[in-house]
């Protein structure tokens, strides 16, 4: 059972460039979120999927898109990545339905963007 | 909207002593769950401990417990005889029940510093 994963954990891009950042989950849950973690902040969302077949925008969505491929996966896509999106970035997974579950960090992406 | 209070970026504790890290919360809600999340070196988001709103007893996980003040909107935690393996960032976070829509999410304060003397 390896709970959440991700892939790469670390990337280097020049600016413009694009990627995409996996994740997956094991659990059979049916949410899923992408968050970004900034020196000095908190993390912060990006994107979640309450289920599968739906995405919804978190707090920082610009600059993002995401697919939820299926109930096991969401990714997280840079279309043109900008020095500001350098950053460490969290894919998490909750079951949902119960308002007390919790919520499943991955390991981390660190990205940075020159 | 709500936010989330962290007012201590940085603490030191010794060995085997205690330690409290505070974290204040901004919501008009009546039903909701806050966390503590652990985050050492290796950057894994670690859940430590989890308040229910509704419920009036403190939570307690081992060394962890836990001050819920819920008309302050205060949410500590007390870490008892801390360990050198203590030493992290420390988050405190807030979630909506799921009753009204909410999809779950949190939200995070900035995190505090822990740092364990040997």
């Known amino acids: 059972n390896a709970g959440v994963t991700q892939t790469p954990k670390f990337q280097v891009l020049k600016t413009g460039q694009s990627m995409t950042l996996q994740c997956a989950q094991d659990?059979?849950?049916?949410?899923m979120y992408w968050y970004r973690q900034d020196p000095g902040m908190g993390l912060r969302l990006i994107y979640y999927s309450a289920s599968e077949g739906t995405t919804d925008k978190g707090e920082v969505p610009n600059g993002y898109n995401v697919s939820r491929l299926n109930k096991r996966e969401f990714s997280l896509r840079l279309e043109s990545a900008a020095p500001s999106q350098t950053s460490v970035y969290f894919c998490?997974?909750?079951?949902?339905?119960?308002?007390?579950?919790?919520?499943?960090f991955g390991p981390g992406t660190r990205l940075t963007v020159l | 909207a709500q936010t989330v209070t962290q007012s201590q970026p940085e603490m030191s504790v010794q060995e085997a002593e205690t330690v409290t890290l505070s974290c204040t919360y901004d919501t008009s809600e009546s039903d909701y769950y806050l966390f503590w999340y652990k985050q050492p070196p290796s950057r894994q988001m670690i859940l430590v401990i989890r308040?229910?709103?509704?419920?009036?007893q403190n939570a307690t996980e081992n060394r962890f417990s836990v001050n819920f003040q819920k008309a302050a909107k205060s949410f500590s935690l007390k870490i008892s005889d801390s360990q050198l393996g203590d030493a992290a960032m420390y988050f405190c976070a807030y979630r909506r029940s799921n009753y009204g829509g909410s999809q779950g999410n949190l939200i995070f304060g900035k995190g505090t510093k822990l740092s364990v003397k040997p």
């Open positions: 998490a997974s909750r079951r949902g339905g119960r308002a007390t579950d919790t919520q499943y």
């Open positions: 308040q229910e709103a509704y419920k009036q």
């Open positions: 659990m059979n849950h049916n949410s």
